[in-house]
């Protein structure tokens, strides 16, 4: 019997965040993400509005949808 595993293939853009989906904070932030700006001064950003809302996906799991994150940085609001 041989065992198979599945892995999904997340298909994502130059700028390294998935083109559909949920992004966590940590693929968001540097030094690994797009956004070169403190956890701090994102959380700061996102009390203001200036940063989108995220969503809870459970107790202690939250992220963004990546369409907000895209048109975020489409909008060119710098961190």
Known sequence: ???STST???????????LSGFVRLSRLLAPNGPLPISKSSWWEGVRKGVYPQPIRLGKRITAW???D???LIERGVQP
């Open 1 to 3: 019997m041989t065992s």
């Open 8 to 18: 999904a293939r997340i298909e994502r853009a130059p700028d390294g965040l998935p």
């Open 69 to 71: 994150i895209r048109a």
């Open 65 to 67: 949808r990546a369409s």
